[in-house]
């Protein structure tokens, strides 16, 4: 009986041992093809059930004209009510929808796409304990055979996070099909470094994350900014 008190109470402590993720994460990409040469840093900021996305595009180099910088819009989710949030500061527009980027198995499987999940292990990146997938998506419909590998490497060290960023202006949240295949296959916590395939220059892109600030965000970072229009577009709720 004392066996299985004990084996009780480890079980319960590993299910306690990984809280919510609560912070911001800085991650950073370089990249380099035909068009352009540069850097793309995204900051993740999450807190309880919110999260804020921020993405800086400055390229060095480029071959449509002189280098700058971009940033991509805010996002802003809400996962207590399923919502996203897109701010423009060129138009100074907050425009407040259903989740878009949270597709259904069976949506995927409508237009033919298999998503699989491969373990491969357990690796050190930098100071995090990580387990490394590979996620395989196929479409048999595309007459080429589409095929696509992404690798990821999750740690639990920092908590477990609402959003894996999987790929440049690429997020799985919460809910979506591939976060859930995820979840199945283990892969809980937060990406500390993500690769994919350049399709120009068949080289890895790879993505890290450099920098963890701990502590609670504070709320006004998940709210639109004083003076922002809000719009609210009730009907591109997505389907499926």
């Not at 921020?54 to 802003?76: A, M, V, Y």
């Not at 050190?124 to 007459?143: A, D, E, L, R, W």
């Not at 095929?147 to 809910?175: C, E, N």
Request: charged share 20%.
């Amino acid at each position: 009986m004392k066996k299985y008190v004990i084996a009780f109470f480890f079980s319960t402590l590993l299910k306690v041992s990984f809280p919510q993720a609560q912070g911001t994460f800085i991650y950073e990409t370089d990249y380099s093809d035909p068009i352009a040469t540069g850097k793309v840093i995204t900051k993740i900021y999450e807190s309880k059930s919110m999260v804020r996305i921020e993405s800086n595009n400055t390229s060095t180099k480029s071959s449509l004209g002189p280098p700058k910088s971009e940033d991509q819009d805010i996002i802003l989710m809400n996962f207590d009510n399923s919502t996203e949030t897109h701010l423009s500061a060129e138009r100074k527009t907050a425009i407040i929808t259903q989740f878009t980027m949270v597709m259904s198995e069976e949506a995927l499987k409508n237009i033919g796409t298999l998503e699989t999940i491969q373990n491969m292990g357990q690796e050190k990146i930098g100071n995090y304990s990580c387990t490394h997938f590979v996620m395989t998506s196929t479409n048999p419909k595309y007459k080429s055979g589409y095929t696509a590998k992404k690798d990821f490497w999750i740690t639990k060290d920092l908590g477990i996070g609402y959003v894996h960023f999987v790929g440049s202006y690429l997020y799985y949240p919460k809910g979506s099909a591939a976060f859930k295949k995820l979840a199945d296959a283990g892969a809980e916590g937060i990406v500390v470094r993500w690769q994919v395939i350049d399709p120009m220059t068949k080289q890895p892109k790879i993505c890290n994350l450099i920098n963890y600030q701990s502590g609670q965000v504070p709320a006004s970072n998940f709210a639109p900014p004083s003076g922002y229009q809000v719009i609210h577009h009730e009907n591109m709720t997505p389907k499926g």
